[in-house]
């Protein structure tokens, strides 16, 4: 998982998805192509009607290639829980309509994977671990 630096997204989490450390012809710079969150859920309650719940939760999606230069690692690993290699190629980023069918694609991936989690007990650590990685993915930025 990154936070990109710099540019629309600045702030913003993603994670990585391929990398292209020699760079394309396209590109010739050594960057990665990542998906993130641009708008992330907001809190809830139990009390809040069902429809209000499924509003805030919503998750916008974006993917970009990013030059190496303009993000910076964290230490979570989210690969397990998310596996965006078979969703996020780099066929489905060549126009601009596959690209918006990705974004809708990862949209619910990423709202299903939130109202999904699970908190583990705490007797099993490697669970635990894995939960916080996600947590922290849905988590806004504050700075």
């Not at 907001?42 to 230069?69: C, D, G, H, W």
């Not at 969703?87 to 999904?116: G, I, Q, W």
Request: overall charge positive.
């Amino acid at each position: 998982m990154v936070i990109l630096l710099s540019g629309r997204y600045a702030g913003k989490k993603a994670v990585v998805v391929k990398t292209f450390d020699e760079g394309t012809p396209q590109r010739k710079f050594a960057h990665c192509l990542v998906a993130g969150i641009s708008k992330h859920p907001l809190f809830i309650t139990k009390n809040m009607p069902e429809k209000k719940q499924q509003r805030r939760t919503r998750v916008r999606a974006f993917t970009k290639y990013v030059n190496y230069q303009h993000m910076i690692p964290t230490r979570y690993l989210v690969s397990g829980e998310l596996d965006l290699k078979t969703v996020v190629t780099e066929d489905k980023m060549a126009t601009v309509a596959s690209r918006k069918e990705l974004r809708k694609e990862l949209r619910n991936l990423f709202s299903t994977k939130y109202s999904t989690q699970k908190v583990p007990k705490k007797a099993d650590k490697s669970e635990k671990s894995a939960a916080d990685n996600v947590k922290f993915f849905f988590n806004k930025l504050r700075f």
